[in-house]
């Protein structure tokens, strides 16, 4: 009898061990599935994104190409275009000269210069002072742009129009005045950013 009750006893604590172990598990089993559910909800949100802001893409060059098939085909808008034009490219013929482009050359290369030294030595001089200025760097980026667009342009339309570009002698002697140019300019800018930089000290 003793032997039966014990033997119960010894029944019920391993049934429930093993049902503690099982609801234990449990949880533990469900905590990745969630996961994976979490992580798998995420990646569809994510894919619905994505798709969304690619047909947004797709529809705006859509739209922007059949705008510009409907400006194209409009004569007025080749009317308009074509008298913007005209006086340019008149003045261009006017202007189709070895000297013209020697003097333009040099002009864009004092301008290419100026405003580079500006952006990396001028900026630096003008921070040992505790002053800076993004409207300055700004307006100075934009004059290298500008710059080196009109140094390439005119260099090609030298090319084509006259014999500049086959001259060495040209070539050269433009780029040493544009250099010594861009040299002065920025020294004679960089002393305009330090004055004012000395007026906003003391103005503080």
């Given at each position: 009898?003793?032997?039966?009750?014990?033997?119960?006893?010894?029944?019920?604590?391993?049934?429930?061990?093993?049902?503690?172990?099982?609801?234990?598990?449990?949880?533990?089993?469900?905590?990745?599935?969630?996961?994976?559910?979490?992580?798998?909800?995420?990646?569809?949100?994510?894919?619905?994104?994505?798709?969304?802001?690619?047909?947004?893409?797709?529809?705006?060059?859509?739209?922007?190409?059949?705008?510009?098939?409907?400006?194209?085909?409009?004569?007025?808008?080749?009317?308009?275009?074509?008298?913007?034009?005209?006086?340019?490219?008149?003045?261009?013929?006017?202007?189709?000269?070895?000297?013209?482009?020697?003097?333009?050359?040099a002009?864009?290369?004092?301008?290419?210069?100026?405003?580079?030294?500006?952006?990396?030595?001028?900026?630096?001089?003008?921070?040992?002072?505790m002053?800076?200025?993004?409207?300055?760097?700004?307006?100075?980026?934009?004059?290298?742009?500008?710059?080196?667009?009109?140094?390439?342009?005119?260099?090609?339309?030298?090319?084509e129009?006259?014999?500049?570009?086959?001259?060495?002698?040209?070539?050269?002697?433009?780029?040493?005045?544009?250099v010594?140019?861009?040299?002065?300019?920025?020294?004679?800018?960089?002393?305009?950013?330090?004055?004012?930089?000395?007026?906003?000290?003391?103005?503080?």
């Amino acid at each position: 009898m003793r032997f039966s009750t014990l033997a119960l006893l010894l029944g019920l604590v391993v049934c429930s061990n093993s049902s503690f172990a099982q609801d234990a598990a449990a949880p533990a089993a469900a905590e990745p599935a969630a996961n994976d559910a979490a992580a798998a909800a995420d990646k569809g949100l994510g894919g619905k994104v994505q798709a969304v802001v690619e047909t947004a893409v797709d529809t705006a060059e859509q739209t922007a190409d059949e705008l510009k098939q409907t400006v194209d085909a409009s004569p007025q808008a080749q009317e308009i275009t074509a008298g913007i034009l005209d006086p340019i490219y008149k003045f261009a013929e006017l202007l189709a000269h070895p000297a013209i482009h020697w003097f333009a050359f040099a002009l864009m290369a004092t301008g290419v210069v100026s405003f580079a030294l500006q952006l990396v030595i001028g900026k630096l001089v003008v921070l040992t002072r505790m002053h800076f200025s993004m409207t300055e760097v700004l307006g100075d980026a934009l004059g290298l742009v500008i710059s080196l667009i009109g140094l390439v342009l005119t260099t090609q339309a030298a090319a084509e129009n006259s014999s500049f570009t086959q001259s060495p002698a040209s070539v050269l002697s433009a780029t040493g005045v544009g250099v010594v140019l861009g040299v002065i300019f920025y020294w004679w800018g960089q002393k305009q950013e330090l004055r004012a930089a000395r007026t906003t000290q003391a103005k503080k």
